[in-house]
């Protein structure tokens, strides 16, 4: 768990303290008991492509926990387009939704045709023609689930979106660092860093172009930003001291973050533009991990001022900073939901350091994982999960859980100690 500390080593240490493998296959650890069923129908012509387009649907709707698809084994019929729907076929295995379709090789590709169909209304609901090429199959599979999704629960799907992470392997002085980015799901990871020295805290910019990050390449902490398709990137801020926990405005003109260049680690706005830098915080207690509000009027941050971390919320203007938190005598890492009336963070209980949300009107918190070594979390766009790292057999690992908490999953990662995860906008 990421803690605050007056040494900044100290969270480097803890950083790197366990190095070991991570390459998982995604594990839904606790299912919900109120998801909706639903069947994927594999695709016909779907045999002969490179990626089973039904099965990575069916994954993607069990993992946002409103879903739960019925197995193939279970399936007696395998219909492929609407017209194909026996509605009594269906309603007899209890579904009440089903997805049905089929691919078709093309000369620059490939086309996917599918529908979906309200079986206790006896309708077809959407469908749509999506065509792709090889190498951008998952794409259209996760594009076709944000429209499944959308369709029956009025959220709009974040399956298309992407997630960054740290990585750490070796031992000493042979220790390698790097930053990845996946799909949501965890799957067609790319290094877009690699470094002998340590990578923090990495954050999407709006737009979802662009990373900041923090990198100790230069043997101090350095602030940099790196734009994710083509590698640019340039270093924005390396003040003496602590260089921490960069985060973007919504309008990704300003960046958030921690310095410690006029004494304690304080809350700055960096201008991205003109590079200048304006103090938020005065106070003589250590203020880290700022999160914007989703309007760019607040900021909420964490601070050992009360005595122990607690989650603040500075009002921009106001030069004042108001207490959040009050369950428990640590809550660190606050992350707004993206209407603005939640915030997820790391909160100690009797088992650990876990997930947990709170709500702002009313101050109610209720922890949301079930594993004790939780650290970083970071929200979907669309507000429905909350993706962080964990431990598991000594391991970083990354798991998400839903909103509400009543699912659970673990994704596959890249090799290496994980750290840091960060859920990216949506992408268009």
Not at 136 to 151: K, M, P, T, V, W
Not at 373 to 390: H, K, L, Q, Y
Request: glycine share 10%; hydrophobic share 35%.
């Amino acid at each position: 768990m990421q803690t605050l500390n007056k040494v900044w080593l100290f969270c480097v240490l803890l950083f790197v303290s366990s190095v070991a493998s991570a390459n998982l296959t995604i594990e839904i650890t606790r299912g919900s008991d109120q998801a909706l069923p639903i069947g994927v129908v594999p695709f016909a012509g779907g045999d002969s492509m490179p990626e089973d387009i039904a099965q990575i649907i069916h994954d993607n709707l069990e993992r946002s926990g409103y879903f739960a698809p019925l197995e193939r084994s279970a399936m007696f019929d395998r219909p492929s387009q609407a017209g194909d729907v026996e509605f009594g076929t269906w309603r007899s295995l209890d579904v009440r939704y089903l997805v049905v379709g089929r691919a078709q090789q093309t000369d620059s590709g490939y086309q996917l045709q599918f529908d979906l169909m309200d079986i206790s209304g006896q309708r077809r609901m959407i469908g749509e023609t999506v065509t792709a090429n090889a190498n951008d199959l998952r794409g259209a599979a996760h594009y076709i689930s944000d429209q499944i999704f959308e369709a029956i629960t009025d959220i709009r799907g974040a399956f298309s979106t992407r997630i960054a992470y740290v990585t750490a392997q070796g031992v000493g002085d042979n220790m390698q660092f790097g930053l990845y980015v996946a799909d949501a799901d965890g799957r067609n990871s790319q290094q877009v860093l690699t470094s002998d020295q340590p990578v923090m805290s990495p954050a999407w910019s709006p737009d979802g172009r662009k990373l900041a990050y923090v990198s100790f390449e230069t043997e101090r902490p350095a602030i940099y930003i790196q734009d994710v398709a083509t590698g640019q990137r340039v270093q924005a801020t390396s003040f003496d001291g602590i260089n921490g926990a960069p985060t973007w405005s919504p309008d990704g003109r300003r960046i958030a973050m921690s310095l410690s260049k006029d004494g304690q680690p304080e809350i700055y706005i960096l201008d991205v533009a003109n590079r200048s830098v304006e103090r938020i915080t005065q106070s003589n207690s250590i203020d880290t991990e700022p999160a914007w509000s989703p309007d760019g009027r607040s900021i909420i941050f964490t601070s050992d001022r009360s005595g122990g971390p607690q989650i603040y919320r500075h009002i921009l203007g106001s030069g004042e900073a108001n207490r959040v938190t009050f369950t428990g005598n640590y809550n660190a890492r606050a992350r707004f939901s993206p209407d603005g009336e939640q915030i997820f963070l790391i909160h100690r209980s009797s088992r650990g350091y876990q997930v947990a949300r709170q709500d702002l009107d009313g101050g109610r918190l209720v922890v949301l994982s079930e594993s004790t070594r939780d650290e970083s979390p970071s929200v979907a766009p669309n507000g429905t999960m909350v993706i962080f790292a964990t431990q598991q057999g000594g391991n970083g690992v990354l798991s998400a859980v839903s909103a509400d908490g009543r699912s659970s999953f673990r994704l596959p990662a890249a090799q290496g100690d994980i750290r840091d995860p960060a859920w990216s906008p949506f992408l268009n």
